[in-house]
């Protein structure tokens, strides 16, 4: 019999609570779960507002993965949705995990969560610019960090605030909360930017998704920043062969990485983190910390 839980007032059915996810590690469903409820209130933070795309792995990270926009069938009634318009599908909606009893049925689903840069009602109007970096074997992600420093300091003379995280995977991201900008503008500052990583550090940088051009180097994706674009949410779990999540990191942290293991976070780091440093990527909720590209207005949500 499938257990039912009530979240804020929510009948949740919550199922295979035993079924392991993460083979390597015996990691199971209820886990997740667990891990989904205990880090709620600093996901929500960032993936409240904004329309959610699901990478599904219903069956762990050997089985299918599929990536859904819309509504999966059988979404509750109760379900906060948001129209996101597409050129195949002008009515197309997808949700928004608004709260704690979306974010729970959200989590039943052995989900990965991905999140334009912009929010809600505000369709190509971005308030963040993400950089992915991600390194080209024998490259890690102590690459990715020594790329990521230069690309901070880049950005701060622009007077932008960059933060980064994990990407649970090989690389890194870098977040810079902005004032709202247009994605066509924000997409062209970010792809300048990682054309003039490349010619300042040559041998480190690529911005070119060539496969041949990216062994031993850190390939800095500027294409996330447009409109149709998601990127993995803060603090969502990924479907890797541990249960390794995208998680936030201090820039101490970044100086301080010599080997890939030191960012790797597992699901159980993370509440301990959270509750010594408190959520790193907060200040890009802020709005005092938005900062302005150069050379434009911004506009209005």
Known sequence: MTPITLVE????????????????????????????????GSLLAHIHDRPVSFLRYPDGPDGQLFFTKNPPPGTPDWVK????PRSEDLSAEQVV???????????????????????AGSPAVADRLVLDLDPGAPASVVQCCAAALWLRDRLAADGLHAYAKTSGSKGMHLAVPLEPTPSEQVSAYAKQLAQEAERELPDLVVHRMAKALRPGKVFVDHSQNAAAKTTAAPYTLRARARQTVSAPVSWAEVEACRRPSDLVFLADDIPPRLERDGDLFGPLTDPDRAGRLPGTRGARP
Not at 23 to 33: M, R, S
Not at 81 to 84: E, F, K
């Open 81 to 84: 949705t948001t129209p996101v």
């Open 9 to 40: 007032g929510r009948r949740i059915a919550l199922s295979n609570l035993d079924k392991v996810l993460y083979p390597e590690t015996g990691f199971t469903k209820g886990e997740v779960l667990h891990y989904y409820a205990t880090v709620a």
């Open 97 to 119: 995990v608004a709260d704690l009893a979306t974010l729970m049925w959200s989590a039943n689903l052995v989900v990965e969560f991905h999140t334009p840069q912009w929010p």
